[in-house]
């Protein structure tokens, strides 16, 4: 039997995670002081050379700032942050969003997923789209939650690589667990009933070569989620 080694993040990793939870979860708010580089090393158990690196990377990814002689203070990181930035709040508690970010989430998805289905209209060939009608015809006869969750970010993830758009795609790809994280509390809430028969109809309008109505569908199946009586939504 085949084992793969145990990867255990380092000490620096583990450090840059810490001060990332802190300040995603609001414990350390914009603008606020951190302790100095000895404190934290104090506070913290881990050498210097760890919080110097540490904090010199986490500014640039855009969580920190620092100031010369003046001290290191918690930046805003959806002003300042980077690539980095968002993976950080991509897998930080598990991918598990909180309100805020479902909105977010799903806000960008209406922003983008029209336009997507308006590339692949135009540039998607038919067997690419039938191929899609492969993925819509899976979810036929899923029962289970987390099955069902996979099967339509699969579509999804399939809908968008069609649009030939690499920044597009791997922007996708980029959430997809957060993503199954949301179809799953709104499958729980709602049943998966109304999203397969809206899958139907967003593939329907592809095949059709109906950027319009296929955008329609997208926006629907969206919104849902954040909107109405099935909102997901706690606040």
């Not at 708010?29 to 919080?51: F, H, N, Y």
């Not at 991509?90 to 997923?113: F, P, V």
């Not at 569908?217 to 009586?229: F, K, T």
């Amino acid at each position: 039997m085949a084992l793969d080694k145990v990867n255990v993040p380092s000490v620096r990793e583990a450090f840059i995670q810490e001060i990332e939870n802190k300040i995603l979860s609001g414990e350390l708010k914009v603008g606020d002081k951190l302790p100095s580089a000895r404190e934290l090393c104090r506070i913290m158990g881990v050498s210097l050379t760890v919080v110097n690196a540490g904090v010199s990377e986490l500014a640039s990814i855009g969580f920190l700032e620092v100031h010369p002689r003046r001290g290191t203070y918690v930046a805003d990181y959806k002003l300042n942050g980077k690539t980095e930035a968002f993976a950080a709040v991509m897998r930080y508690n598990g991918g598990k969003l909180d309100d805020h970010e479902i909105r977010s989430c799903c806000e960008s998805r209406i922003a983008l997923d029209s336009y997507v289905a308006k590339l692949v209209t135009d540039r998607a060939d038919d067997e690419q789209i039938a191929q899609l009608g492969e993925y819509a015809e899976k979810l036929h006869g899923i029962t289970e939650v987390e099955e069902f969750c996979t099967a339509i970010t699969d579509f999804y993830r399939k809908l968008y690589s069609m649009s030939d758009n690499t920044f597009l795609t791997l922007l996708f790809n980029s959430t997809l667990e957060p993503q199954k994280g949301i179809y799953s509390a709104y499958f729980r809430k709602n049943g998966v009933a109304s999203t397969l028969a809206n899958t139907e109809k967003i593939y329907e309008s592809i095949a059709a070569r109906d950027a319009d109505k296929a955008g329609r569908y997208l926006l629907e199946a969206v919104n849902s989620a954040i909107s109405g009586d099935t909102s997901i939504l706690k606040g």
